[in-house]
């Protein structure tokens, strides 16, 4: 840019230079702008482009123009003489030093402009086959003018012909100084107003519960709900509010819970250095609570609440008796309620010093879980007993036992009766009876429970007990304990003819519902019934028969008369019954080693004879046969 100076003689010099000629014309213009309005100034550029819109298109070497503004809402940034920004190929004339002339002036409500590109290089010229950005101006709303607008507010910037001294005219210089007709075009400036705030939105919240209860029979639960407060700022339009007061109040049912306190959350015990709110008025009521908070009388301490912030802490409880009998986990809700007061109260927030914003309160569901009965194992133990395959005839007792969960609350408890059932395959088997254990045997100096009543069923046996009926001798079961025995016999016709050493496996299963009256799996403690865990037993039937090593002479025992009587049958033609018995050693020989290795065996710590002492079939068959053996029948 060269120079700026005698703008009004050299403007005069350049429009009349040459008449205006017919057939080569101009538009100048700006295009629309919208905008955000703001709260104090709102500054914007204007660009301005040339176009030539009839005739041949022509070399230029100037214009001028001057356009309007509403002085009340804006301003051209700038001083005078005013010089705007050149752009484009404006900027770009005498080697990217610009116009040698370019000059305006400011007024309050527009500006003027003239421009030469070059007072001597003729060669300085541009064309406008299309719009060509030449200046930026650099506009910007009076402070406050756009403040608080409502709605958009749109503003025209309008050409000008009667700015400056004389006038500046709205011209094009094209050839050797002639004026081409030029014509300036309006464009509209748009302040968009804010989009409205919305009135804030609180919602009040505790979070779901969950308890278990303890004590006897049902429990007690107890638990503390932690009441929030949270502004939803979902809307992109949305203000976080400082808040100087909340009330609300909830309800419960009052058959499952009560409130026991009501007390200030984290967030309103924080205020005042940690003196809490200037008002924190809590009602406790049957069915529920109301609460009222003021942070601060003088209204400097404020709460904004952009995230949940607890505000208030209610410590509920079952009601006593309410989970007796109950099972598995009761639900209840708790709910905003809009009728406990006098008047009643309804869940606001309070901004702006003194405005009430009605507020969601959110219900919340509590699971209350009754106190877990104590924990007692009945159970059958495995076992091994022998059937004769011949006749299948057996017996065995079998062991009952108890042990009560170290988990258990107050283990180990004082337990003062039970009822269990104990089930059998009846096909294989009969019960014959139930005997106390020795733990029972010993209480009531010696005489047992007082009452010990025992049921026999084809598939099963039931026990009821009391141990006293004064409820003064208890029992406990820290390890497992007998209980009770009970004595078993086989059913013979189904065994009966059962290969020996065979085995036969059953179980014996503690469970509820034996009898005419459905006995249960029950255990006492405190006057309170608590339920058995079930633990089967194991029984192994083994089928007897065959014949037992070393017992010679079928009596069923091993002694010297064995070796004897093998002796007498070798050399002296006595009668054996069976000759596998008499095989001591197991080599499927009868010869004069047998009666060596059993009189080893008996007198000189030899190893006994295979098998020794149990009666089975000859695993190592061979030459030698057994006719019979009744000790093993």
Wanted: charged content about 15%.
């Amino acid at each position: 840019m060269r120079g700026n100076l005698f703008f009004f003689p050299l403007l005069t010099v350049l429009v009349l230079a040459g008449s205006f000629v017919a057939g080569q014309s101009f538009e100048i213009s700006s295009p629309d702008q919208s905008m955000s309005a703001g709260n104090g100034t709102v500054p914007f550029n204007a660009s301005f482009s040339i176009e030539q819109v009839t005739g041949a298109i022509e070399d230029t070497k100037g214009f001028s123009f001057a356009y309007h503004h509403d002085p009340a809402l804006l301003e051209v940034v700038g001083s005078n003489p005013f010089v705007p920004t050149v752009v484009g190929e404006l900027a770009a004339v005498n080697n990217n030093d610009g116009p040698d002339f370019i000059q305006g002036e400011i007024f309050p409500d527009g500006f003027t402009i003239g421009v030469i590109y070059a007072f001597v290089d003729q060669t300085q010229v541009i064309t406008f086959e299309v719009a060509k950005p030449m200046i930026e101006v650099e506009y910007s709303t009076l402070p406050g003018a756009v403040a608080g607008i409502t709605s958009d507010v749109v503003t025209e910037i309008f050409p000008a012909d009667d700015l400056g001294t004389p006038p500046t005219a709205t011209v094009v210089v094209i050839g050797a100084g002639v004026s081409a007709d030029a014509t300036s075009l309006p464009f509209f400036i748009t302040f968009e107003a804010p989009p409205p705030v919305p009135d804030p939105i609180f919602v009040i919240s505790a979070p779901d519960q969950s308890a278990v209860a303890s004590g006897p029979n049902g429990g007690v639960a107890s638990f503390i709900s932690s009441f929030s407060i949270e502004q939803d700022l979902s809307d992109p339009a949305a203000v976080a509010k400082p808040t100087y007061a909340f009330q609300f109040g909830y309800q419960h049912d009052p058959v499952m819970l009560q409130v026991d306190s009501v007390s200030e959350g984290a967030t309103i015990a924080a205020l005042d250095g940690g003196n809490g709110a200037d008002f924190f008025g809590e009602m406790i009521y049957a069915d529920g609570f109301t609460i009222g908070c003021t942070y601060d009388f003088q209204l400097q301490e404020t709460i904004t609440f952009a995230t949940a912030a607890e505000v208030v802490d209610v410590s509920y409880s079952s009601v006593s008796g309410a989970l007796d009998g109950a099972t598995g986990t009761q639900s209840t809700v708790v709910e905003e309620s809009s009728n406990l007061g006098s008047p009643p109260l309804t869940p606001v927030v309070v901004v702006d010093e003194g405005t009430s914003i009605d507020a969601e309160a959110l219900p919340f569901t509590v699971g209350l879980t009754p106190a877990p009965s104590n924990v007692f194992t009945l159970r059958c133990t495995d076992q091994q007993a022998t059937f004769s395959s011949v006749s299948g005839v057996g017996s065995f007792t079998n062991s009952i036992t108890m042990t009560e969960d170290q988990d258990n609350v107050g283990y180990p408890n004082d337990t003062q009766g039970f009822s269990f059932g104990i089930s059998h395959d009846s096909i294989l088997l009969t019960v014959i009876d139930v005997h106390q254990g020795a733990i029972l045997q010993a209480m009531n100096g010696g005489a047992g429970a007082d009452y010990f009543q025992v049921g026999i069923y084809p598939d099963g046996c039931t026990v009821g007990c009391i141990y006293d009926f004064q409820n003064i001798t208890v029992a406990q079961f820290p390890t497992e304990t007998e209980l009770t025995t009970a004595d078993y016999e086989t059913v013979a016709g189904t065994l009966a003819g059962t290969e020996a050493g065979d085995t036969i496996v059953t179980q014996l299963t503690p469970i509820a519902g034996l009898g005419p009256n459905s006995v249960t799996l029950v255990m006492v403690v405190g006057g309170q019934s608590n339920a058995l865990v079930s633990d089967s037993g194991e029984i192994s039937l083994v089928a007897t028969g065959g014949f037992d090593r070393g017992d010679c002479n079928d009596d069923g025992l091993f002694d010297i008369a064995d070796p004897i009587t093998l002796l007498d049958n070798l050399f002296l033609g006595g009668f054996v019954p069976c000759d596998d018995a008499c095989d001591g050693n197991d080599d499927e020989l009868k010869d004069i080693a047998d009666p060596i290795y059993i009189l080893a065996a008996l007198f000189n710590g030899g190893p006994l004879p295979p098998d020794s002492g149990n009666c089975g079939p000859d695993p190592t068959e061979g030459t030698l046969g057994c006719d019979s053996f009744d000790s093993c029948a």
